[in-house]
């Protein structure tokens, strides 16, 4: 099977242009691509699975086993002819800086990927062939198969780089882009815009690719991919349960394969938008509030008054609730804007939040469970990730359920807001990074279900 990861020198080289103009030079040419990211990004994935027509999944060697990635790799790629796989930041860079662990390298090294190095070149010519001799003499083990130039001035630039490379370097270059603004995409505090916000045509990176790639030396990469293994699915529960998630333009943060988990559990996901419905769908037995952007809705969702008071009656009648990063602010009394303005939010939690300028607790975390909740009992542990430009700037007390450790900075901090049967916290958690989570989650819905049936 054709298969690639494409790699950058840093962050903001052109990975994301590179991947979506292969991906649909490939789907242009007939193929089924299944595109993957690596690291803990909720963004690109929405780009890839547009312009793929296939969901995106995500790649994580620090969050998820080598064997919960091939899981991943081999249950998505059913039915595709290519996997395009984007990396994250620099290609060695990971969770500290003198291991691979948690970087692109280590992915592709763990499942034989061939990697496609894009360099930034704009403003250099002969000084981009000692970078690249610098990567290849980094790691000898590491599968360099490739070379995209970025932002290259022109066909006479172009001449300059390739003969500087040629000279000493082994890696063939592949193809290189031009610098063009019609297919570049905005960024903003937490990365680029999401699909639908920006729309860049299937056809026009299909023609980027077939004008500028050597799209057939890149379709000769390949790795071996082995049989995917059927998911394990509940037979034989009853009730099954219903669990709406909130996707729309402010909660749109989600690990794809965490909702497949709870689906191999029994539960059925009922998407609905805390934007634009005034109800909730029917006969729910849980909510789900990912991550995303409430901050740039936050007028939208505080009028939608008759949402607000669906949400809150479901958490009156005792209805769970589980929310992650944005949906805490949504859960929150109140959210403070970049532009100061104050917008009541749900009231659930008594917890004031504000936007902040900077990134608050960055980074790879470990959760240890210190009292039995809505995931897990006391004791359970589980990988995710924290990135947020937001802070609490209340006092008020809440029970907790989660001990919180920072991979970067060592801190240590107790999280995991609870109350009732409401769980919240600034942590995305990757559920494969502990399968047995998605579990108890549908167990203690089914559960509560199962009492509320026998109830007269």
Not at 188 to 193: A, K, Q, S
Not at 325 to 344: K, R
Not at 396 to 420: I, M, N
């Given at each position: 099977?054709?298969?690639?990861?494409?790699?950058?020198?840093?962050?903001?080289?052109?990975?994301?242009?590179?991947?979506?103009?292969?991906?649909?030079?490939?789907?242009?040419?007939?193929?089924?691509?299944?595109?993957?990211k690596?690291?803990?990004?909720f963004?690109?994935?929405?780009h890839?699975?547009?312009?793929?027509?296939?969901?995106?999944?995500?790649?994580?060697?620090?969050?998820?086993?080598?064997e919960?990635?091939?899981?991943?790799l081999?249950?998505?790629?059913?039915?595709?002819?290519?996997v395009?796989?984007?990396g994250?930041?620099?290609?060695?860079?990971?969770?500290?800086g003198?291991?691979?662990?948690?970087?692109?390298?280590?992915?592709?090294?763990?499942?034989?990927?061939?990697?496609?190095?894009?360099?930034?070149c704009?403003?250099?010519?002969?000084?981009?062939?000692?970078?690249?001799?610098g990567?290849e003499?980094?790691d000898?083990?590491?599968?360099?198969?490739?070379?995209?130039?970025?932002?290259?001035?022109?066909?006479?630039?172009?001449?300059?780089?390739?003969?500087?490379?040629?000279?000493?370097?082994?890696?063939?270059?592949?193809?290189?882009?031009?610098?063009?603004?019609?297919?570049?995409i905005?960024?903003?505090?937490?990365?680029?815009?999401a699909?639908?916000?920006r729309?860049?045509?299937?056809?026009?990176?299909?023609?980027?690719?077939?004008?500028?790639?050597?799209?057939?030396?890149?379709?000769?990469?390949?790795?071996?991919?082995?049989?995917?293994?059927?998911?394990?699915?509940?037979?034989?529960?009853?009730?099954?349960?219903?669990?709406?998630?909130?996707?729309?333009?402010?909660?749109?943060?989600?690990?794809?394969?965490?909702?497949?988990l709870?689906?191999?559990?029994?539960?059925?996901?009922?998407?609905?938008?805390?934007?634009?419905?005034?109800?909730?769908?029917?006969?729910?037995?849980?909510?789900?509030?990912?991550?995303?952007?409430?901050?740039?809705?936050?007028?939208?969702?505080?009028?939608?008054?008759?949402?607000?008071?669906?949400?809150?009656?479901?958490?009156?009648?005792?209805?769970?609730?589980?929310?992650?990063?944005?949906?805490?602010?949504?859960?929150s009394?109140?959210?403070s804007?970049?532009?100061?303005?104050?917008?009541?939010?749900?009231?659930?939690?008594?917890?004031?939040?504000?936007?902040?300028?900077?990134l608050?607790?960055?980074?790879y975390?470990?959760?240890?469970?210190?009292?039995?909740?809505?995931?897990?009992?006391?004791?359970?542990?589980?990988r995710?990730?924290?990135?947020?430009?937001?802070?609490?700037?209340?006092?008020?007390?809440?029970?907790?359920?989660?001990?919180?450790?920072?991979?970067?900075?060592?801190?240590?901090?107790?999280?995991?807001?609870?109350?009732?049967?409401?769980?919240?916290?600034?942590?995305?958690?990757?559920?494969?990074?502990?399968?047995?989570?998605?579990?108890?989650?549908?167990?203690?819905?089914r559960?509560?279900?199962?009492?509320?049936?026998?109830?007269?």
């Amino acid at each position: 099977m054709t298969g690639l990861l494409i790699g950058g020198t840093a962050s903001g080289v052109g990975k994301t242009t590179v991947a979506l103009a292969i991906i649909a030079c490939l789907r242009k040419r007939g193929y089924a691509v299944q595109p993957f990211k690596g690291g803990p990004d909720f963004l690109d994935p929405t780009h890839h699975s547009r312009i793929a027509g296939r969901k995106a999944r995500n790649l994580d060697t620090w969050m998820l086993s080598p064997e919960s990635n091939r899981e991943v790799l081999s249950r998505a790629a059913v039915g595709a002819d290519a996997v395009v796989v984007e990396g994250m930041m620099g290609l060695f860079d990971g969770k500290d800086g003198v291991t691979e662990t948690g970087s692109s390298a280590e992915i592709a090294k763990m499942l034989k990927l061939p990697v496609l190095l894009v360099l930034d070149c704009a403003k250099s010519a002969r000084s981009v062939a000692a970078t690249v001799l610098g990567f290849e003499c980094f790691d000898p083990d590491l599968p360099l198969a490739g070379l995209i130039l970025n932002r290259v001035a022109g066909l006479h630039h172009y001449r300059l780089l390739e003969s500087a490379i040629q000279a000493r370097c082994k890696t063939p270059i592949l193809g290189w882009l031009p610098r063009e603004t019609s297919i570049a995409i905005p960024e903003r505090h937490l990365g680029l815009h999401a699909a639908g916000e920006r729309e860049i045509s299937l056809g026009a990176l299909a023609h980027l690719a077939e004008t500028h790639f050597k799209v057939d030396a890149i379709l000769k990469l390949e790795f071996p991919l082995k049989t995917a293994v059927s998911p394990a699915t509940v037979k034989g529960e009853s009730p099954h349960v219903r669990i709406g998630v909130a996707r729309d333009q402010a909660f749109s943060f989600y690990y794809e394969d965490n909702l497949d988990l709870l689906r191999e559990q029994g539960a059925e996901i009922i998407p609905f938008s805390p934007i634009a419905d005034r109800v909730l769908p029917a006969d729910l037995d849980a909510l789900y509030f990912g991550g995303g952007y409430p901050e740039l809705y936050a007028r939208e969702l505080s009028e939608n008054a008759t949402m607000l008071d669906q949400i809150r009656a479901f958490a009156r009648s005792g209805g769970h609730i589980y929310a992650e990063c944005g949906g805490l602010l949504y859960l929150s009394q109140q959210l403070s804007t970049a532009d100061e303005t104050v917008y009541p939010m749900l009231g659930i939690l008594p917890l004031k939040m504000e936007m902040t300028s900077k990134l608050v607790d960055f980074g790879y975390v470990t959760v240890t469970f210190t009292q039995d909740c809505l995931l897990g009992p006391r004791g359970t542990t589980i990988r995710g990730h924290s990135f947020h430009y937001s802070r609490i700037c209340s006092d008020a007390e809440l029970a907790t359920s989660y001990q919180v450790d920072f991979s970067l900075s060592r801190k240590q901090q107790w999280e995991g807001f609870t109350r009732g049967n409401v769980l919240a916290s600034y942590v995305h958690l990757h559920f494969g990074a502990n399968p047995a989570v998605a579990r108890h989650f549908a167990t203690a819905l089914r559960e509560a279900r199962q009492i509320e049936a026998a109830t007269p």
